[in-house]
């Protein structure tokens, strides 16, 4: 079970920092990641993390904004939102997939495991 939380309300420019939990399984060899859906619009790949927190993989739209990281001891994974923009209001969705992909899969929503209930993540202008 993965367990989000940590959206809200804030400013553009702002920051948020997002959490999510894993339980009721051991998550050992899965890369953990988020994903955002904006209204009326397809779920989409934001960052994720491998296992061993070697490799990182961001969105073209996040990149040198957002930062993920994991803590495996807490068995949690972190996604920090700085200069948050309206455009990046949406749903946000934390999810496992065992391993990770080639370069030439990327991160596909069908690609993944495991999904947890999304936190609201609304960016005001």
């Known amino acids: 079970q993965l367990q989000a939380c940590g959206g809200g309300l804030v400013q553009a420019g702002g920051s948020l920092r997002l959490s999510c939990a894993a339980s009721g399984r051991t998550f050992s060899s899965y890369a953990l990641g988020w994903f955002h859906q904006a209204p009326g619009k397809e779920r989409e790949f934001v960052a994720a993390?491998?296992?061993?927190?070697?490799?990182?993989y961001y969105g073209d739209s996040v990149k040198g904004r957002f930062t993920i990281s994991r803590d495996n001891a807490k068995n949690m994974v972190y996604l920090q939102m700085n200069s948050l923009k309206p455009e990046d209001t949406a749903v946000y969705y934390c999810?496992?997939?065992?391993?990770?992909?080639?370069?030439?899969?990327?991160?596909?929503?069908?690609?993944?495991?495991?999904w947890g209930k999304g936190t609201q993540v609304t960016v005001s202008s």
């Open positions: 993390i491998s296992w061993s927190g070697n490799f990182i």
């Open positions: 999810a496992a997939r065992k391993g990770v992909p080639s370069a030439s899969e990327g991160w596909p929503v069908g690609g993944m495991d495991y």
